[in-house]
């Protein structure tokens, strides 16, 4: 029988205390902070921490040392440089699409067998990892398509008929579409999100058990969400709540470990900018190309930080999902409540033996 989103929270919440605690191994806590950061399941509840609110001595001299080293760039060197890395942005981003998509199901090894192997789980998830990333851009290009129509039609619309050549003539009808069309796009905000916990939730199990699509994934899945609506609806409510909770606990821990961890950080970034004026360093390719790769790096280490204190969270959710869904669907279920094992007949006890019968007397 499935059990509701309420029931689900006891059985995540235990197995998510037996795989962290029950034994504590710190390898393990290390691992799933990385698959957790890749597949995107880390707690989005950072806290208020930014970087760029850390002051760097001496504002006055550094801002004259930029000014003075982006002044003498060519600028054909200058729009090279971001054209670089505008392609760089955009390939950086499709690797992480695919390396995210990958993760999706070595997370769900991870939770399932209550041990995280990385390499042997991503080199066996490659081809349920590649359908899931061709579902991920198709359904950017959906969202990219539709928000295209959402904001050109209306615009298109308003130019057509004056209203934004003279604004101040048409303030009423502009402003009752800008709110008709923010909630729009509020509600396609929702569903674009809505699709994309389904997926990671419902379609990834399937396509991990049964070697399908995501589409095939939710032919089978949207019939039983008709039919049930109400416990879907009900799982959503419940995971808003408890990912609410979950990121302001955790996004106070990380904020806190995140500032201790920005003070050295920040000293050494004064040291290396009063070192660089210091030596007569300006800004070109080479040193801007540094300081990005080297930005990069300090913003991969913080958020792998976060996420060593998202962990539980990493954990309990998929398990979550999981336990839901399970009792919808048999095949986990298998997995998750594995049948025991048969009890093999034990050998009868030794009887004493059978005395021949005693010879008549006489």
């Given amino acids: 029988m499935p059990i509701s989103a309420v029931d689900a929270i006891t059985p995540a919440f235990e197995h998510a205390r037996?795989?962290?605690?029950?034994?504590?191994?710190?390898?393990?806590?290390?691992?799933?902070?990385?698959?957790?950061?890749?597949?995107?399941?880390?707690?989005?509840?950072?806290?208020?921490?930014?970087?760029?609110?850390?002051?760097?001595?001496?504002?006055?001299?550094?801002?004259?040392?930029?000014?003075?080293?982006?002044?003498?760039?060519n600028p054909a060197l200058t729009a090279s440089l971001i054209a670089v890395l505008i392609v760089a942005g955009f390939v950086l981003f499709i690797l992480f699409l695919y390396v995210n998509s990958v993760m999706r199901f070595v997370l769900f090894d991870s939770v399932v067998t209550r041990e995280c192997w990385i390499w042997p789980s991503w080199a066996r998830r490659?081809?349920?990892?590649?359908?899931?990333?061709?579902?991920?851009?198709?359904?950017?290009?959906?969202?990219i398509v539709c928000f295209t129509i959402?904001?050109?039609?209306?615009?298109?619309?308003?130019f057509l008929v004056g209203w934004l050549r003279d604004p101040k003539e048409h303030m009423i009808p502009l402003i009752l579409g800008g709110m008709i069309l923010f909630f729009v796009f509020l509600l396609f905000i929702v569903t674009q999100l809505v699709v994309h916990v389904m997926t990671k939730d419902f379609v990834v199990p399937q396509m991990a058990l049964e070697e399908i699509s995501a589409i095939e994934g939710w032919r089978r899945l949207w019939p039983q969400i008709k039919n049930e609506i109400g416990g879907y609806a009900a799982y959503i409510g419940m995971k808003i709540v408890m990912a609410i909770g979950a990121a302001i606990v955790l996004g106070v821990v990380s904020a806190i470990v995140v500032l201790l961890l920005l003070i050295p950080i920040g000293g050494l970034g004064a040291v290396a900018v009063i070192g660089g004026m210091a030596v007569?360093?300006?800004?070109?390719?080479?040193?801007?190309?540094?300081?990005?790769?080297?930005?990069?790096i300090l913003i991969f280490a913080l958020l792998y930080v976060m996420s060593l204190v998202s962990v539980p969270a990493v954990v309990f959710f998929p398990a979550y999902s999981l336990y839901f869904f399970a009792?919808?669907?048999?095949?986990?279920?298998?997995?998750?409540?594995?049948?025991?094992?048969?009890?093999?007949?034990?050998?009868?006890?030794?009887?004493?033996?059978?005395?021949?019968?005693?010879?008549?007397?006489?």
Avoid at 150 to 158: D, E, K, S, T, Y
């Fill in 18 to 73: 037996q795989q962290l605690v029950r034994p504590f191994r710190a390898s393990q806590w290390a691992k799933l902070a990385l698959v957790g950061l890749l597949a995107g399941e880390m707690s989005s509840g950072g806290g208020g921490c930014n970087p760029g609110r850390f002051q760097i001595p001496h504002p006055n001299s550094s801002q004259r040392f930029l000014e003075s080293g982006l002044a003498g760039i």
């Fill in 280 to 296: 007569g360093l300006t800004w070109n390719l080479y040193t801007i190309t540094l300081a990005v790769v080297a930005g990069t």
């Fill in 150 to 158: 959402l904001v050109g039609i209306p615009a298109g619309f308003a």
């Fill in 327 to 362: 009792s919808r669907y048999p095949a986990l279920d298998a997995l998750l409540h594995p049948a025991p094992p048969p009890v093999l007949p034990t050998s009868p006890p030794d009887l004493p033996p059978v005395l021949p019968p005693p010879e008549p007397i006489g």
């Fill in 126 to 143: 490659q081809g349920p990892g590649w359908r899931l990333f061709v579902w991920q851009i198709l359904l950017a290009l959906v969202s």
